[in-house]
């Protein structure tokens, strides 16, 4: 199934190649517009056929292996299993006993890019309005962010979801990159990614735009904004589809109702900002008045005191170990939050939303883990991992090509060196689609942005 | 707590009042089989004993002899540390962030600055204290927000007892900003800044020698007043400064002002001089995992910082300056932790696991002047200890026991009640509202 996936991707890129020269058709067809206007240029780099040996493998789906072994080639996981697994002989072979190999962290709420060390003025929130669905985040990613060489090199981030800021109703499209230093986000963008849609309920839009005695100024401010704009977006689709069907004179174009149809056809997927149990529960029967569907609610500190209704509506939990208190939304938020979602069957992502968190992903799920033990709640560190690969693969729509070491996946792998649930370990080396882009033993492999060229402290070890 | 400063008003550099009389005190209790640390920067001593006496630290190590009629808790398999000392923090000064009312950091609309004392702001009821209690934090120093000057104002040092009395030492440090925060309350740029410093610092020597000018002078009566103890070395002058340039500029005050007492805070350059902050003698109170350039005063940002100025010989102590961490000081044990995980990184420079302990225990407290009373189980320190179900400094440990000048302190708080009224496998008869 995935080979098969691959060869329509293919397909689709060929056929983008020779679009411009249209086949006749006898019968005038609606004109469309393009869906991917800003197309990947994102190559994977060479790597060479690499087995790591030894080592304890997590594998993103909740399987630990011990002295397991992983082998990847031509970008793509090749093999993985126990001590038995062949080993191709040209393989470069990597002594990884004692040291801990899982598939690369995914943060699917980082503003690394957008929300840029140093600041780049704000290109995060598009403030002048708080129905924007119109905006793009990768139209504000600095590509040169030395944040993204920090969630490699210490965090073991391979892929992130960048999202519009949260002022916002409808904040704007998300786009999912791979962490791979580039000079335009083009260069970045992960191949065939859906995009996402950022929505924000609570205290941030009615703050922003209730301090200016401007609507929305309340809870309810916000729904009946989001629903005004739902009810346009209805409308907007139906126009399209009966012109897609019927011909005639095209509807007019609104951006913004375009990610908004696309959003209610399930193409473009919901992150929803959301601390307040209530709120959430708002949201949810938003979204099924309206016939979308949430994938994930991001920061949702409260998460746990609905987790059986998050379970049984499939709906994601992008959470934080321990922050609390840093607004009233988040004046109820407890370490057990992931704990208890998890024993409720629900989805569990650990999420940063912060340059500096992205880069301890890792250690947030530890915490996690030690907090639910000690409610009764065990959760092995091969189940735990999934909360950092799978689980966000899944939430942005990539699971079938990255998040986990099943053969055929993308070869995006780090190399710790011990138990990654520890906070003495750190990443020693680090593949992104079997490129080796970090090692912790060569300086050659670390990226150094162009914004730290000439700069005290350029090319340290950060 | 209350006890050991009864009716005492103190000044940083005056003798602490010792003991009291209080019966809970009158017990001598010893931990035993625990793995210790000290807080001084030695390593863990394996079977360990902790002896406390009339809420302080009689002796701490291994193969002690127990004294008798000793009550003895056994901890075996656990770790015993002395409780952590939030190096810069805001407990009891914000109930919650984004809600002006609950929040007392900072006075925007305020006539006054330096003369602002935090002290009688601090709730010791505000649910940080008992969260971060649980998390393993004593003690903490806290400080005021600038707004509007470079003053912050004075901070406070406190207890996270349990009980009505947090303030240890008022009035222990006043917070000054020279780098970015300090131009932007100076006017607009750094030089300003320096002239509002030594402009103030005139206004205190004159009001010192009894010659205020009230026509002149620029400062409320009250400010001036506030840095009189400054310049006499009775109160610490903390500045927060992150850029190498901005740190030598610090240091040059000490020629400027002998009798300052000077502490570095943020110094996220710090490495880059730390020779000469070693030289000044001056100890730093540093954000441990700071690695990205957020601002233009932090390029070299590196998390090799804290380690790096340790082994040139600077005083360093962690505290984290900004970010989200800073309002949850019990993940200080966290970035403690990770300054051990350098050390096995090439090119990295970080801490021993004592080291690393120091540095969010006694260190913080030495920086302050305050190593003779808190922060270690040295012999003759209050008694603020912590039993940890493992490693403290490794992810997900906690307290088992927190004490604090001998009183063992109550872990729940209201997160544990959340988390109790939530907790999976319970059957809802009743709204969750009825639950304990």
Same mark, same amino acid.
């Given at each position: 199934m995935f080979?098969?996936?691959?060869l ?10 020779t679009?411009?020269t ?20 994102? *190559? ?5 056929r690499?087995a ?6 997590l /594998?993103?789906?909740g399987?630990?292996?011990e002295?397991g072994?992983v082998i990847?080639?031509d970008?793509r ?5 126990g ?5 191709? +002989?040209e ?6 006993r004692?040291?801990?190999?899982t598939p ?9 890019g957008?929300?840029?060390s ?18 793009w ?8 962010d030395?944040?993204?060489s920090r969630?490699?090199a ?5 892929t ?7 002022? /916002?109703?409808?904040g704007?499209?998300s786009?999912?990159l *791979?962490?791979?230093p580039?000079?335009?986000v ?8 859906p ?27 916000n729904m +009946? ?7 346009? +977006? ?9 012109y897609?069907?019927a ?8 951006i913004?109702l ?6 209610? /056809?399930? *193409? ?15 949201v949810?029967?938003m ?5 979308y569907?949430v ?7 409260e998460?746990?005191k609905?987790a059986?209704l ?9 959470l ?8 009233m939304?988040?004046? /109820?938020?407890?370490?057990e939050?992931?704990?208890?979602v998890?024993?409720?069957g629900?989805?569990v ?11 301890r992903?890792?250690?947030e ?8 033990r000690r ?11 999934t ?7 899944k939430?942005?729509g990539?699971?079938d090509?990255t998040?986990?070491l099943a ?7 780090v ?5 990654p ?5 750190r990443?020693?080396?680090v593949w992104?689609?079997?490129?080796m882009?970090?090692?912790?033993t ?21 | 707590?209350?006890?050991a400063f ?29 793995t ?10 394996t079977?360990?004993t902790v002896i406390?006496?009339?809420?302080r630290?009689?002796?701490a190590?291994?193969?002690l002899p127990?004294?008798a ?6 901890a ?13 923090s805001y ?7 984004s809600v ?16 602002i004392?935090?002290a ?9 204290v008992?969260?971060?209690r ?7 120093i ?10 912050a104002? &004075?901070?406070?040092v %406190? ?6 009395d947090?303030?240890?030492?008022p009035?222990?440090f006043?917070?000054?900003e020279?780098?970015e925060?300090?131009a ?13 410093l030594?402009?103030?610092? &005139? ?14 002078a ?19 002058l ?12 610090v ?8 009798? %300052?007492k000077l ?6 350059e710090?490495?880059?001089?730390a020779?000469? %902050?070693?030289a000044?003698?001056?100890p730093v109170i ?9 601002t233009?005063?932090r ?6 910082n ?8 600077v005083?360093i102590?962690?505290?984290t300056?900004?970010g989200?961490d800073a ?9 403690a ?20 302990l120091?540095? %969010? ?6 920086a302050i ?35 604090i000048?001998g ?8 997160q544990?009640r ?14 969750k509202?009825y639950?304990p």
């Amino acid at each position: 199934m995935f080979v098969r996936s691959l060869l329509a991707l293919a397909a689709a890129a060929l056929t983008g190649c020779t679009a411009s020269t249209p086949p006749l058709e006898s019968a005038p067809k609606p004109a469309a517009f393009p869906h991917d206007p800003y197309p990947s240029t994102y *190559k994977a780099y060479p790597g060479r056929r690499t087995a790591l040996v030894g080592a304890t493998v997590l /594998d993103g789906e909740g399987k630990r292996i011990e002295q397991g072994t992983v082998i990847f080639a031509d970008g793509r996981i090749e093999a993985i299993g126990g001590p038995d697994t062949a080993i191709p +002989a040209e393989a470069l072979r990597i002594d990884a006993r004692g040291k801990w190999v899982t598939p690369g962290i995914i943060d699917m709420h980082s503003h690394l890019g957008n929300v840029p060390s140093p600041s780049t003025g704000n290109d995060g929130n598009e403030m002048s309005g708080p129905v924007h669905p119109d905006v793009w985040a990768e139209h504000s990613v600095w590509p040169q962010d030395p944040g993204f060489s920090r969630a490699l090199a210490n965090g073991g981030v391979t892929t992130l979801q960048i999202l519009p800021g949260s002022a /916002d109703l409808f904040g704007g499209r998300s786009v999912t990159l *791979k962490n791979v230093p580039a000079t335009t986000v083009q260069g970045m963008k992960f191949p065939g990614a859906p995009y996402g849609l950022k929505m924000a309920c609570g205290e941030n839009p009615k703050r922003v735009y209730g301090n200016r005695n401007q609507m929305p100024g309340s809870r309810m401010g916000n729904m +009946a904004l989001n629903r005004a704009t739902w009810a346009r +977006a209805a409308e907007y689709k139906r126009k399209w589809e009966k012109y897609e069907k019927a011909g005639g004179e095209p509807p007019s174009r609104d951006i913004g109702l375009d990610t908004l149809r696309d959003a209610l /056809d399930g *193409k473009i997927l919901v992150h929803n900002h959301c601390y307040r149990a209530d709120d959430m529960a708002q949201v949810i029967d938003m979204s099924r008045e309206f016939g979308y569907k949430v994938a994930a609610f991001h920061h949702a500190v409260e998460a746990y005191k609905i987790a059986d209704l998050l379970s049984v509506n499939g709906i994601c939990s992008a959470l934080w170990s321990d922050w609390y208190g840093f607004k009233m939304e988040a004046y /109820d938020g407890i370490p057990e939050n992931m704990a208890i979602v998890y024993a409720a069957g629900g989805c569990v992502v650990v999420h940063s939303d912060d340059a500096n968190g992205i880069q301890r992903l890792y250690q947030e799920a530890a915490k996690a883990v030690a907090a639910g033990r000690r409610i009764g709640v065990d959760i092995s560190k091969e189940v735990a991992w999934t909360w950092l690969s799978l689980n966000p693969a899944k939430a942005i729509g990539i699971a079938d090509r990255t998040g986990s070491l099943a053969p055929g996946k993308m070869a995006d792998v780090v190399l710790w060196n011990g138990d990654p649930f520890s906070v003495y370990t750190r990443p020693e080396k680090v593949w992104i689609d079997g490129a080796m882009l970090f090692d912790v033993t060569d300086p050659k492999r670390r990226p150094v942005s162009d914004f730290e060229l000439g700069q005290p402290g350029e090319g340290d070890v950060k | 707590m209350k006890k050991a400063f009864a009716g005492i008003a103190v000044t940083l550099f005056a003798t602490l009042a010792a003991g009291t009389s209080d019966a809970a005190y009158a017990e001598v209790i010893a931990i035993t089989g625990a793995t210790v640390a000290i807080g001084d920067g030695s390593e863990p001593i394996t079977n360990g004993t902790v002896i406390v006496r009339d809420g302080r630290i009689v002796a701490a190590g291994g193969n002690l002899p127990l004294p008798a009629g000793v009550r003895r808790i056994d901890a075996m398999g656990k770790w015993v540390t002395p409780g952590i000392v939030a190096g810069f923090s805001y407990i009891g000064l914000q109930e919650v962030g984004s809600v002006d009312s609950a929040d007392d950091r900072q006075a925007s609309a305020s006539p006054f600055h330096a003369a602002i004392d935090v002290a009688p702001a601090i709730n010791p009821k505000a649910t940080a204290v008992a969260i971060e209690r649980a998390g393993g934090v004593t003690r903490a120093i806290v400080v005021p927000s600038a707004t509007g000057s470079i003053f912050a104002g &004075q901070g406070a040092v %406190i207890d996270l007892g349990a009980d009505p009395d947090p303030i240890m030492l008022p009035r222990a440090f006043q917070l000054v900003e020279l780098g970015e925060e300090g131009a932007k309350g100076a006017g607009g740029s750094r030089a300003s800044a320096q002239v509002m410093l030594r402009n103030a610092l &005139q206004e205190a020597r004159d009001i010192a020698a009894g010659g205020h000018d009230r026509d002149g002078a620029l400062l409320p009566r009250a400010d001036a007043q506030a840095l009189v103890p400054i310049l006499r070395g009775k109160q610490y002058l903390m500045v927060h400064v992150e850029r190498a340039n901005d740190i030598l500029g610090v240091l040059e005050l000490k020629r400027e002002f002998p009798g %300052i007492k000077l502490v570095l805070v943020g110094a996220a350059e710090g490495w880059t001089v730390a020779a000469r %902050i070693a030289a000044a003698n001056v100890p730093v109170i540093a954000s441990a995992l700071v690695d990205l350039p957020a601002t233009f005063e932090r390029v070299a940002a590196t998390q090799s910082n804290v380690g790096r100025m340790r082994a040139a010989g600077v005083r360093i102590a962690i505290g984290t300056i900004d970010g989200m961490d800073a309002i949850q000081q019990r993940t200080a044990k966290q970035h403690a932790g990770n300054l051990v995980a350098l050390a096995r990184v090439p090119g990295a420079t970080g801490l021993t696991w004592g080291q690393a302990l120091e540095a %969010i225990t006694s260190a913080p407290a030495e920086a302050i002047g305050l190593g003779g009373e808190i922060g270690s189980l040295r012999p003759g320190r209050r008694a603020d200890v912590v039993i940890w179900d493992g490693d403290p400094l490794e992810n997900g440990t906690v307290p088992e026991l927190v004490m604090i000048d001998g009183v063992e302190q109550p872990l729940d708080n209201r997160q544990t009640r959340l988390r109790d009224r939530y907790r999976p496998g319970d059957d809802a008869q009743l709204p969750k509202a009825y639950r304990p």
